[in-house]
């Protein structure tokens, strides 16, 4: 496994902070060599478990490699920073200016209820409260041409009214600011000269889209989180430079690339859902290795468990979802945000997630979770309530004498305490409480991915279900079998997968700009000059997170004059060059009628929001270990439950990495790691592939 100095020289570290474990990988370039560590998230401080997982991997890669011989190159990092900030509001105090007459649109919204029959609805509180909301006297048509002027002493009066208001950053969204940008510019400019100290976001920098209440919410929930990101990654950048001054940050966003520490940091939204964007990257990497083209992305981690469907190598990227959920899976029921995200489905709880008894007297998992603190009850940190976790080691799945590698001991007595206490609430035995919670987290999860892929035109018999994240592996095979999926894939280090596909992202950015208009009325040298326009912007931003290389595409969301709902199409930024309105019509029928079986006659196509994206070229990366986890294990025997015939069974137990390549095992079987475990309670061949990729094959459905 030795390789020559020169390629033992380049070291890349991946961070990823989860609901209860930061996760780390370092990987030496390009031999593909990782090391992973793994430890508790400390909410109080994010910093601290980052620091603590840096060192780690560092030590472990000077005690394979000798002292010094890493040269650390780059941090790339994701976070549930943004994420949690907003759901438990613990933002700064945020100020919006806005157009007069637009100050309630945060509460008017789209006035839509998202449960109609509930009479005590909960809708989602907006991020700024009315007394912080400044309106201005000045105003763009929907055609970007000015009706009132923006004048100094419109600016001035701003300014002193902002200053009379105790806030610590401000969101400018002006009305049709999406497609005439000079009035909000105007007014950053004259803020950040005022008023040094206030953090300034634009709408018009963030989401250039038309539909006012989602990118006014945008960029509040911008403004709510941006000084505490700022922050954050001010420390981080400087406890990175205390391990070796000068490597850069970057920071993975949404889409599924990665940019500057600084773009992460003036845009923070952007990195909403950049842990799980990664994990999905990781299952396509496995993908592309091992030659599968229809994808279940499944990553469970501590707190949620997410999905996604993936055809062809590429992940689908959608422009608009919701945040802050007041109920969980409800639509409508959070905060909307126009960033450009891979499209992910949260389809249940992680396995810190809380059992308990509802208002019926029923089974109940989650949306609460332990975290990492207190943790589940059997972490022995105080935790009383049985989460998934306590279900599963209860099961038999856990190895409580050597969680994470031994470095942390489960107390399964303090699980039964916790079930026992439960299962006497809902009047079951504590055998059914406890198969109950794995049992319900597995079937909601799998009736979410049912439909998740339908909705995608799709029968997930047709798909692979590739499983990341810490408790992925221990659900996945059950998950699967329940959706019919034939095949389960779990890759090399699946406890750290989001790390994983931190390292294999490109450096990506994305733009757009809203113009509705009819595709034979376009000025076509205008949106060249848009394009190339937005084009310059991003491409210094691409130099700044490291790309050399960059591809760019151009998107447009259309559709026929007069309706409703708009249908992505994405083309390469040189076809635009020769006959543009024709390469869009010709991508946007075949995707209409692709989607809807025919085309509608006589009907004119419109565009309305244009879209710029530009990347490093995509890679194929192949991971190996670079410390001494290929060693012989003897294999055990432990009693774990068997879903299908109801009760315990003595199955085998095997050391994950002390099975060659090419070895294969028959299921019921346990393979384990140090991050994670691969739980097989079904009959199914288990073949250790060549990269030591696990494949599993279920023969046992019903």
């Known amino acids: ?111 839509w209820r998202y449960d109609i029959y509930d009479l005590d609805i909960e809708l989602p509180k907006p991020l700024i409260e009315d007394e912080r909301r400044v309106e201005v006297d000045a105003r763009m048509d929907a055609r970007g041409e000015e009706l009132d002027a923006l004048e100094d002493g419109d600016l001035d009066a701003l300014v002193r009214e902002l200053s009379r208001i105790d806030t610590d950053s401000i969101a400018v969204s002006l009305l049709h600011s999406y497609i005439n940008t000079d009035h909000e510019k105007r007014i950053g400019e004259k803020l950040r000269a005022a008023l040094p100290g206030k953090s300034i976001s634009l709408s018009s920098d963030l989401a250039r889209e038309i539909k006012e209440f989602e990118r006014t919410s945008t960029v509040a929930a911008n403004a709510y989180v941006k000084p505490i990101v700022e922050d954050y990654l001010e420390e981080l950048d400087s406890r990175i430079a205390r391990v070796k001054p000068g490597t850069p940050l970057r920071v993975m966003v949404s889409s599924g690339g990665f940019c500057s520490a600084k773009t992460g940091a003036d845009s923070p939204i952007l990195l909403l859902e950049s842990g799980p964007a990664a994990g999905v990257l990781s299952a396509l990497n496995t993908a592309q290795q091992v030659g599968v083209d229809k994808v279940l992305a499944f990553d469970m981690g501590g707190t949620t468990a997410k999905a996604c469907v993936a055809v062809d190598g590429q992940a689908p990227v959608t422009h608009s979802f919701e945040c802050a959920r007041v109920e969980r899976f409800k639509r409508g029921s959070g905060l909307p945000i126009l960033i450009p995200s891979i499209e992910l489905i949260e389809i249940g709880a992680g396995g810190g997630s809380i059992a308990h008894s509802n208002r019926l007297g029923l089974l109940n998992v989650g949306p609460e979770s332990a975290g990492s603190v207190p943790g589940p009850a059997c972490y022995g940190r105080g935790g009383t309530d049985v989460t998934v976790t306590d279900a599963d080691l209860l099961l038999g799945y856990l190895n409580g004498e050597n969680f994470l590698g031994g470095s942390m001991t489960l107390n399964k007595a303090a699980a039964q305490a916790a079930v026992s206490r439960l299962a006497e609430e809902l009047g079951v035995s504590p055998l059914d409480a406890t198969w109950g919670i794995c049992n319900m987290v597995n079937e909601n999860m799998a009736s979410a991915a049912r439909i998740h892929i339908a909705e995608n035109g799709y029968d997930p018999r047709d798909f692979t279900m590739i499983a990341t994240g810490g408790a992925g592996p221990v659900h996945a095979v059950d998950v699967a079998r329940k959706l019919r999926i034939p095949r389960v894939i779990v890759p090399i280090a699946a406890g750290a997968g989001s790390c994983l596909g931190m390292l294999a992202a490109p450096p990506r950015i994305d733009r757009a700009w809203s113009r509705p208009q009819l595709l034979a009325d376009i000025d076509w040298p205008v949106v060249a000059q848009n394009l190339e326009a937005l084009r310059k912007d991003a491409s210094s931003e691409l130099e700044a997170a490291g790309a050399t290389t960059v591809e760019w595409t151009v998107g447009a969301e259309m559709r026929y004059e007069g309706q409703g709902a708009e249908i992505s199409v994405t083309v390469p930024y040189a076809d635009l060059a020769g006959t543009p309105a024709r390469t869009l019509l010709e991508a946007f029928e075949a995707q209409y009628e692709k989607l809807y079986g025919r085309l509608v006659p006589n009907a004119a196509a419109q565009v309305i929001t244009w879209r710029l994206v530009g990347r490093a070229p995509n890679k194929a990366h192949v991971f190996e270990w670079g410390d001494d986890r290929l060693k012989a294990v003897p294999a055990g025997r432990r009693e774990i439950f068997l879903p299908l015939r109801k009760q315990f069974a003595e199955v085998p137990v095997y050391d994950r990495y002390s099975t060659a390549p090419g070895t294969t095992l028959q299921g019921p079987l346990i393979l384990e790691e140090r991050e994670s475990t691969i739980v097989v309670a079904v009959a199914a061949d288990v073949a250790i592939l060549s990269d030591l990729t696990v494949s599993v094959t279920i023969k046992e459905f019903d």
């Open 1 to 111: 496994m030795s390789e020559a100095p020169d390629q033992e020289s380049r070291l890349r570290v991946a961070v990823d902070i989860g609901g209860t474990f930061t996760d780390g990988v370092a990987m030496m370039e390009p031999a593909g060599r990782i090391w992973v560590a793994k430890s508790p998230t400390t909410p109080a401080d994010p910093g601290q478990a980052v620091s603590t997982v840096l060192e780690d991997l560092l030590h472990q890669v000077d005690t394979t490699l000798g002292e010094g011989a890493a040269d650390l190159r780059e941090v790339v990092h994701g976070t549930t920073l943004i994420t949690n900030t907003l759901i438990e509001r613990k933002g700064v105090k945020t100020a919006l200016v806005t157009t007069k007459g637009m100050r309630d649109v945060l509460n008017i919204g789209r006035e």
